[in-house]
């Protein structure tokens, strides 16, 4: 390796002129190349690949009946009343209107439900609510009574208490432009705008899955816009105070420009998408890129400030950087890949977009760097040992001074963190995946409370023959399907089939409530269904509950506020009740809700085989790299306790995991190495090279690269930490989880790591 950087180093300062004019040409170049396909995706399901059961049974689902994309007008009298004919004409007004939302296929609201009663032997079908102005207080009774006992508004489209309802819009998106979403969003928040000024003793808010299509695309917008100019001040300032030199921070800050510009020019050559995780990604590739920076620039500085020529200190910090910047970077490629692993297709754009980001920040750290700084003005002024150099050199007598009571505290402490891994609970609730800051959690909060309607399950139910729906056996067993479930204290409101027969016999009798039940001929219920979908106005058909040769049907149940364990239990639980009463039907069961609850649990699972993976080549690596089995095995306990030690912490001051810290152990992995690397490789330089004893070669690591792991560290962790002013929970909990596991990395580097290395060589006798 000697021989390597000695030739490599005199090729660079040769080259020095074609190395600038290419690293800065090639990086703005690709940017050109790529800049035209970028674009934010809008739509929730990036969050799942194409392979994904849960998806595919959705989409099998969307297919046959319409489909459930939506948003919903939630509207709140100030006067807690929706019963009144001045808010329903203002209901009126906004399902007339939402009628024209963009890709609208269907609009529902208390006002043109489709109510049915007999009038002699005729069936009258028509809207609940037709002429507000000229409702009676009998009338308004009438409705509101009619609205508290129909099952298909009762929490769905009126509150229990009459306070709150819903118009719910469906939304029919083609899929074929990027302003589809925007476009609905827009014309909705206008709507919105016009109903609140023209009325102020109304209340609206707008939720739905198209609006939660909107907040990925708009926070992450917000994200980008806000995150990286923050990170770049951040950088600037902790560099010149750390390197105090403006020299070597202004050629970091070209190094990482260069390393984002040219990472995200490759991506938006390759893929262009922009999701909430990948908006992250020049954030993660600016703090990355510091680390190569500022290990070379140390090193170079102490030598330059001792009077050593540009070159040679050049040359020296070369020499014994190269080899730990390499393997640092290409372990911490290796973990960043291992998001590949993840069931998350944003995660694996994340880990691919930072692994290549590293890889071009090593390649401009080892080339661009050196022949920056030999060209750039820097003052070679002689100067004594820092106060941050002595500080490390006493913290490292103190650290061989105390080294047994500190394996022993740092031993107890690490395994009583990772022994309350287990009390984290993992919980994906899809509408928390943002901060109470932003409108669209606000609103659907306010829904949920109100109304419920995120949480839904869609039964895909067929009978198999051509109007085969009307076999009263078959709509016996959907009777007794929801009977069960609307029995079951999770449910809020279900949209059933069965109970459109129910109301359909109840009016064909008289409206005599005792047939209030399913129609026990099969012609008769028929008959019932084809009078009644005959009835129905344009928009409003059965088209959302039966397929077109009416072989099958579909029944949507609405629960209360699910956590990603409680979804779980409630599908197991519905599964179980179906084998033992029903094992003949033919269901079929998704929906968003699902697809999340599923996808967290699967994810977890994904990544520690692709953590365990990472374990074994970084493994690999550090065995050659350290030329020694002990060391290598060894340096896999202050590798992999950080994640542990983090996630018990996590546990007592959190507890919920969601699919984004899934990918945390092999994402960290790879970043926590960096230290114990640089620290490892300066230990064995020192007893290798210098004939150091090992307690003398741990003093020699804390005062040779102490300065730079903590400077290196307080960058990492405030780039991580940077996350947290995001208003998108996935990118909180990651850079939360990811700075804290990084800082308790360090923690360990410096006072468990030692006492180990120490403790072996103890035992060995000889050299390491």
């Not at 950087?5 to 080259?15: G, K, M």
């Not at 022994?419 to 919980?427: F, M, S, V």
């Not at 209030?516 to 979908?533: D, I, T, V």
């Amino acid at each position: 390796m000697t021989w390597f950087t000695q030739q490599w180093t005199r090729l660079i300062f040769q080259l020095k002129w074609p190395i600038l004019i290419a690293s800065l040409l090639v990086p703005f170049a690709l940017m050109f190349l790529g800049a035209k396909n970028f674009y934010f995706a809008t739509d929730y399901r990036i969050f799942f690949s194409k392979e994904n059961q849960q998806l595919m049974a959705f989409e099998k689902i969307q297919d046959i009946y319409a489909k459930t994309d939506n948003v919903a007008i939630v509207v709140a009298p100030k006067d807690g009343n929706v019963f009144t004919p001045e808010t329903l004409a203002v209901v009126q007004e906004i399902t007339e209107k939402a009628w024209q939302i963009p890709y609208s296929t269907r609009v529902d609201s208390i006002t043109n439900f489709q109510h049915t009663y007999a009038e002699e032997d005729d069936l009258i079908v028509g809207d609940l609510v037709e002429y507000p102005d000229e409702l009676t207080e009998q009338d308004l009774a009438r409705i509101r009574d009619i609205t508290a006992n129909e099952p298909q508004m009762k929490k769905r489209l009126i509150s229990d208490d009459g306070a709150v309802t819903n118009i719910n819009v469906t939304i029919q998106l083609p899929g074929k432009q990027l302003d589809e979403v925007p476009s609905v969003v827009a014309f909705s928040r206008n709507l919105r705008d016009e109903i609140e000024a023209a009325y102020p003793d109304v209340d609206i808010y707008l939720s739905g899955i198209v609006m939660l299509n909107a907040a990925f695309a708009e926070e992450s917008q917000k994200d980008m816009s806000t995150l990286m100019p923050l990170m770049f001040l951040v950088v600037i300032v902790t560099l010149l105070l750390m390197l105090r030199s403006f020299t070597a921070a202004g050629a970091t800050v070209v190094i990482i420009m260069l390393s984002v510009v040219a990472t995200m020019g490759i991506w938006g050559v390759i893929s262009g998408r922009m999701t909430g995780p990948t908006v992250t990604a020049p954030v993660v590739i600016l703090t990355m890129a510091v680390a190569d920076c500022v290990h070379l620039l140390v090193v170079y500085l102490h030598y330059l400030r001792q009077g050593i020529a540009k070159q040679e200190a050049m040359a020296k910090s070369m020499h014994i950087n190269f080899q730990a910047i390499f393997i640092t970077s290409l372990t911490t490629v290796i973990g960043f890949l291992t998001m590949n692993f993840s069931e998350v297709p944003p995660f694996r754009d994340l880990g691919n977009i930072v692994a290549m980001g590293v890889a071009l920040a090593f390649i401009l750290s080892v080339t661009t760097l050196p022949a920056l700084m030999i060209m750039l003005p820097t003052r070679q002024r002689k100067e004594q040992q820092g106060k941050t150099s002595l500080f490390m050199a006493k913290f490292g007598d103190w650290v061989v001074d105390k080294r047994r009571p500190l394996l022993v505290f740092s031993l107890l402490i690490s395994c009583g963190f990772v022994a309350l891994i287990p009390k984290n609970e993992l919980n994906d609730q899809f509408f928390k995946y943002f901060t109470t800051d932003v409108e669209f959690r606000q609103d659907t909060d306010f829904m949920l409370s109100n109304l419920g309607g995120m949480y839904t399950m869609e039964f895909h139910i067929e009978q198999g023959e051509s109007n085969g729906i009307a076999d009263p056996v078959f709509l016996s067993k959907i009777g007794d399907l929801v009977d069960w479930l609307r029995a079951q204290p999770e449910v809020h409101n279900i949209h059933s089939l069965s109970d459109t027969f129910k109301r359909l016999n109840k009016n064909m009798h008289g409206d005599d409530p005792a047939w209030h039940k399913l129609p026990e001929e099969r012609p008769l219920a028929a008959q019932y269904l084809l009078l009644y979908e005959m009835s129905l106005p344009y928009g409003l058909d059965l088209n959302n509950q039966i397929n077109v040769d009416k072989s099958a049907t579909r029944i949507v149940v609405t629960f209360r506020n699910f956590t990603t364990k409680e979804a779980l239990v409630m599908e197991s639980r519905i599964h179980h009740w179906l084998a033992a009463n029903h094992p003949d039907l033919n269901v079929e069961l998704s929906s968003t809700g699902l697809m999340f609850s599923h996808i967290g649990e699967r994810n977890v699972k994904s990544m520690l085989k692709g953590s365990l993976i990472a374990i074994v080549l970084i493994s690999g690596i550090l065995i050659f790299a350290f030329r020694s089995v002990g060391i290598g095995l060894l340096s896999l306990i202050p590798n992999l306790l950080p994640a542990g030690v983090a996630f018990g912490i996590w546990a007592v001051t959190n507890g919920q995991v969601g699919m984004s810290l899934a990918v945390i152990l092999g994402m960290t992995l790879g970043i926590v190495v960096d230290d114990t690397v640089h620290f490892i490789s300066k230990y064995l330089h020192a007893i290798r090279d210098l004939g150091y004893s090992s307690e003398d070669a741990v003093r020699y690591a804390f005062s040779t690269v102490g300065v730079a792991l903590w400077v290196t560290t307080f960058v990492l962790i405030a780039g991580f930490s940077m996350l947290i002013l995001s208003n998108y929970k996935i990118n909180i909990d990651m850079g939360l989880m990811t700075a804290l596991t990084i800082g308790i990395a360090l923690i360990i580097d410096f006072l468990l790591l030692p006492p180990l290395l120490m403790l072996v060589k103890s035992k060995k006798g000889a050299s390491a």
